[in-house]
């Protein structure tokens, strides 16, 4: 049994979530940092290399978004997990962490088991998926899992961290229809509050980057990856 501490860094502006969520945390053998800036996170994250960092959306020197966008540019933050953790509920709200590169969003109110089950669902799936890169390859596009790469006749295309996630799902079992539901169990954990336009926005922008033809809508069923 793997009894290895996972390093978990905390940052809000509010003392109060940050004590709070550290107490759950510690009291399951994790070993918890934090930081009350945005500023200071970026600092403290480079240093400590935390295995999850959850992020408050609202801070006042730098938002969450932002450290986010900043932390996936790193190289070192590729893979890093990243949540958030906020009081804001909004579509458009859960569309822009996840654009940033977000791998979860938890809503406040915190509830200790549910902040306890979306955190260890994200590291176990990241154990799990660690020794199962693959890259894929579909004419003139070309799909590496380990350096999160997409090429379309040569040319690099930029994709967040979902539209990503949601290309490598669709791609991998390219003759088969996802549904919905399957889509968001397969790529958010199961409790996570996410509108139901996050995916047709992810869909859209995947066409549009990577063009109409390659993703098919079957009506009323799901979407499937064409090649």
Same mark, same amino acid.
Request: with cysteine; glycine share 4%; hydrophobic share 40%.
């Given at each position: 049994?793997?009894?290895?501490?996972?390093?978990?860094?905390?940052?809000?502006?509010?003392?109060?979530?940050?004590?709070?969520?550290?107490?759950?945390?510690?009291? %399951?053998?994790? !070993?918890? =940092?934090?930081?009350?800036?945005?500023?200071?996170?970026?600092? @403290? $994250?480079?240093?400590?290399? +935390?295995?999850?960092?959850?992020?408050?959306?609202?801070?006042?020197?730098?938002?969450?978004?932002?450290?986010?966008?900043?932390?996936?540019?790193?190289?070192?933050?590729?893979?890093?997990?990243?949540?958030?953790?906020?009081?804001?509920? %909004?579509?458009? !709200?859960? =569309?822009?962490?996840?654009?940033?590169?977000?791998?979860?969003? @938890? $809503?406040?109110?915190?509830? +200790?088991?549910?902040?306890?089950?979306?955190?260890?669902?994200?590291?176990?799936?990241?154990?799990?998926?660690?020794?199962?890169?693959?890259?894929?390859?579909?004419?003139?596009?070309?799909?590496?899992?380990?350096?999160?790469?997409?090429?379309?006749?040569?040319?690099? =295309?930029?994709?967040?961290?979902?539209?990503?996630?949601?290309?490598?799902?669709?791609?991998?079992?390219?003759?088969?229809?996802?549904?919905?539901?399957?889509?968001?169990?397969?790529?958010?954990?199961?409790?996570?509050?996410?509108?139901?336009?996050?995916?047709?926005?992810?869909?859209?922008?995947?066409?549009?980057?990577?063009?109409?033809?390659?993703?098919?809508?079957?009506?009323?069923?799901?979407?499937?990856?064409?090649?």
């Amino acid at each position: 049994m793997n009894h290895e501490k996972r390093k978990i860094l905390i940052v809000d502006d509010e003392p109060d979530i940050i004590e709070l969520v550290s107490y759950i945390l510690e009291k %399951e053998r994790m !070993s918890v =940092i934090s930081a009350s800036t945005g500023v200071e996170a970026l600092k @403290i $994250a480079q240093k400590e290399n +935390p295995d999850l960092i959850i992020l408050d959306v609202m801070m006042p020197d730098m938002d969450g978004i932002e450290v986010c966008q900043r932390l996936r540019s790193m190289p070192a933050f590729d893979s890093t997990l990243i949540t958030f953790l906020t009081a804001r509920s %909004e579509d458009y !709200s859960q =569309i822009a962490g996840f654009d940033a590169g977000a791998d979860d969003y @938890i $809503a406040k109110p915190i509830r +200790p088991q549910t902040l306890l089950a979306r955190i260890n669902a994200m590291l176990k799936r990241k154990r799990s998926g660690s020794s199962t890169n693959s890259n894929l390859l579909f004419g003139d596009l070309s799909i590496d899992q380990e350096k999160r790469m997409v090429k379309v006749e040569n040319r690099i =295309i930029e994709l967040p961290k979902k539209e990503f996630d949601l290309l490598y799902l669709l791609c991998s079992e390219s003759d088969k229809v996802f549904s919905r539901d399957e889509i968001f169990s397969r790529l958010w954990n199961k409790d996570v509050m996410v509108g139901d336009r996050t995916i047709d926005v992810h869909i859209r922008k995947l066409r549009k980057k990577l063009g109409d033809h390659r993703i098919v809508t079957l009506k009323g069923i799901g979407y499937r990856f064409k090649f």
